[in-house]
């Protein structure tokens, strides 16, 4: 079976093992409690409908009232503070649903919203990420030159740790301010700060709910939506650096095969490091991963300036006018023009361009 | 200014005004609504009140009761289905907040369960997704041999057109199953089904919370199950088609930056296209995006089976025992040690490494 099925069959495993495990951990830890819980819960509920001998109807119109009113009481949601707040939420997928559309428009312009924002925020925060870590790199580079180090280059070992020192002290900050702010313990906002930069976003615990904060605190929800952005490029900056060569595997190996098999396909000799030729010039390069083909490096010493269309038309070449093209072993009369697009794919094709 | 800085500055200030302009829209969506629809609650709220002559404390009382025992009411939901739904939310980072941990042991695990799972996680759908726009790429080649078209290979917008069908085909199933299962409207269902793929999740409207669905009714468990998976892996395919490449945009302009500057550090030319050396034999090969280095390719005449260690130490060239090793341009009396490790990492570099 092919390598990258074997892989994400393999991954698929892995995940279900790791629900099963996660599934059986949270029922031995919660669900105890819970049955604590509601026996209590339904205890005082029911003290309380008798000391005021609500009907069953009334109570469920009740329950109904006080769900819905609970964003409303959090102060008003849908003023421009609160809509900013609650476009970030849809556009980074924490999705609180501390306050959610009420209209058939909101909805609609919801998901139209959505469609084109998730993708933006996704690329944005990952661009960021990698330019933190790129000034991390220089940081750290000019640190060790200082300190006198023989090794001043940043190496991932280094960037790792910075990255993790960066996100812990992000999650320790943040949850001391909403500590303060909110009234939670320092777990408890460890644990919301925890949340939403994973943009799980439960929604059990959000900031900017209580007094009416959002129209009344213009300086918390500052605080609160720079620590959001900025926690999730911190966020973006691990995953660049832990995650994003292991999303991208798949679609390499894909690409490598490919080339690989239109080598083969044409009897070309895949040659790893520096060659001479017949005549005793040399080849040099390495074939890196990007598998450029190098067409039948031991055999070809004659060439011409070629006219023909197969390797002329393509203006992306960039050939300067000095310098000449090979009759290759692809001979223009052998090469269709599907094959020869083949190649130019191979040889051109950009290296986040997704295998298809 | 670097190329790279100013991408990442453009994608802020584009996010920034398209929040600007989100928060605006969602203001004048919903802001009256919110006015009109907080006035009834509170006007039947103070109703039930007098009616039932409840005081004050009581009504707070009961409101905290109401909302805690909102997720109890739903059914047992941290028995083993109810777990394996809620880690499944937090693996996906969808997180509806139907149903948090209470205890401290249940909400730390979730945190280390998430620092491990939500990676897998993004890795696992990623790979499916190009598993999946792989195997739409052979049905369309094979569709398109059978149809008898002359050019018969998938182009990007052929898979797009697939994705873009089954991303849609997949939620209008869904939320016709969920509107049947659930007695929401078809439209409710779509927002429902288009919230829980982008995993923003607000958990205002969340299946199995209704008649204990979670203990009751395991075929719809298991449905509501598969959507939710499937669905992610079919939104995992567009985001790897149409969204993957941006993403690793700054990491691969990096990766091309370093190998210039260390190709200009060096003196070395850098040619794109194939050229002839000096002695008439031809260098073939397209200097690729992975910026394979060719030293010295127009002057380079003489060689050497060269014995000292600069090229020789590395096993990770492959090369041949017939394959002899070049004097480069970069002479090994020239080159330290740290240079050469430079020089090594850019040749060889593997294609998803982050850029440091």
Same mark, same amino acid.
């Given at each position: 079976?092919?390598?990258?099925?074997?892989?994400?069959?393999?991954?698929?495993?892995?995940?279900?093992?790791?629900?099963?495990?996660?599934?059986?951990?949270?029922?031995?830890?919660?669900?105890?409690?819970?049955?604590?819980?509601?026996?209590?819960?339904?205890?005082?509920?029911?003290?309380?409908?008798?000391?005021?001998?609500?009907?069953?109807?009334?109570?469920?119109?009740?329950?109904?009232?006080?769900?819905?009113?609970?964003?409303?009481?959090?102060?008003?949601?849908?003023?421009?503070?609160?809509?900013?707040?609650?476009?970030?939420?849809?556009?980074?997928?924490?999705?609180?649903?501390?306050?959610?559309?009420?209209?058939?428009?909101?909805?609609?312009?919801?998901?139209?919203?959505?469609?084109?924002?998730?993708?933006?925020?996704?690329?944005?925060?990952?661009?960021?990420?990698?330019?933190?870590?790129?000034?991390?790199?220089?940081?750290?580079?000019?640190?060790?030159?200082?300190?006198?180090?023989?090794?001043?280059?940043?190496?991932?070992?280094?960037?790792?740790?910075?990255?993790?020192?960066?996100?812990?002290?992000?999650?320790?900050?943040?949850?001391?301010?909403?500590?303060?702010?909110? !009234?939670?313990?320092?777990?408890?906002?460890?644990?919301?700060?925890?949340?939403?930069?994973?943009?799980? !976003?439960?929604?059990?615990?959000?900031?900017?709910?209580?007094?009416?904060?959002?129209?009344?605190?213009?300086?918390?929800?500052?605080?609160?939506?720079?620590?959001?952005?900025?926690?999730?490029?911190?966020?973006?900056?691990?995953?660049?650096?832990?995650?994003?060569?292991?999303?991208?595997?798949?679609?390499?190996?894909?690409?490598?095969?490919?080339?690989?098999?239109?080598?083969?396909?044409?009897?070309?000799?895949?040659?790893?490091?520096?060659?001479?030729?017949?005549? !005793?010039?040399?080849?040099? !390069?390495?074939?890196?991963?990007?598998?450029?083909?190098?067409?039948?490096?031991?055999?070809?010493?004659?060439?011409?300036?070629?006219?023909?269309?197969?390797?002329?038309?393509?203006?992306?070449?960039?050939?300067?006018?000095?310098?000449?093209?090979?009759?290759?072993?692809?001979?223009?009369?052998?090469?269709?023009?599907?094959?020869?697009?083949?190649?130019?794919?191979?040889?051109?094709?950009?290296?986040?361009?997704?295998?298809?």
């Amino acid at each position: 079976m092919k390598k990258q099925n074997i892989r994400t069959l393999s991954l698929i495993v892995c995940t279900f093992t790791y629900l099963l495990i996660g599934a059986s951990v949270f029922d031995a830890l919660e669900s105890q409690t819970e049955n604590r819980r509601w026996t209590t819960l339904s205890d005082i509920e029911k003290m309380i409908m008798n000391k005021y001998n609500i009907s069953p109807d009334d109570f469920k119109l009740l329950e109904t009232l006080i769900l819905k009113s609970e964003p409303h009481k959090a102060g008003q949601q849908w003023k421009f503070a609160g809509s900013f707040y609650y476009a970030t939420t849809v556009l980074t997928t924490i999705g609180y649903g501390h306050s959610t559309p009420n209209t058939i428009g909101g909805k609609l312009f919801t998901m139209f919203y959505a469609m084109v924002g998730i993708p933006l925020g996704l690329v944005m925060f990952q661009s960021i990420g990698e330019r933190l870590n790129k000034l991390s790199s220089v940081v750290i580079r000019k640190a060790k030159r200082l300190s006198g180090c023989t090794e001043i280059e940043a190496t991932e070992i280094n960037l790792i740790c910075v990255v993790t020192t960066l996100s812990s002290l992000t999650i320790a900050v943040g949850a001391a301010a909403f500590s303060r702010y909110e !009234g939670w313990t320092y777990f408890d906002s460890v644990y919301y700060c925890f949340i939403t930069l994973t943009t799980i !976003g439960f929604g059990d615990m959000v900031a900017l709910q209580k007094d009416n904060a959002l129209d009344t605190k213009p300086e918390y929800v500052i605080f609160a939506l720079i620590f959001i952005l900025f926690g999730l490029a911190i966020v973006a900056a691990s995953l660049n650096l832990l995650v994003l060569r292991f999303v991208t595997m798949n679609t390499e190996d894909e690409r490598r095969d490919e080339a690989e098999a239109l080598q083969a396909a044409q009897g070309a000799v895949r040659l790893e490091g520096d060659v001479i030729t017949a005549d !005793g010039s040399i080849l040099s !390069g390495q074939l890196g991963e990007n598998n450029a083909v190098y067409h039948n490096i031991s055999t070809t010493t004659s060439m011409c300036t070629c006219t023909c269309n197969c390797f002329r038309r393509d203006s992306d070449l960039q050939l300067g006018p000095t310098v000449s093209m090979p009759v290759d072993s692809l001979s223009c009369d052998q090469l269709s023009m599907e094959e020869y697009e083949q190649v130019m794919e191979v040889l051109m094709v950009p290296r986040t361009r997704v295998s298809i």
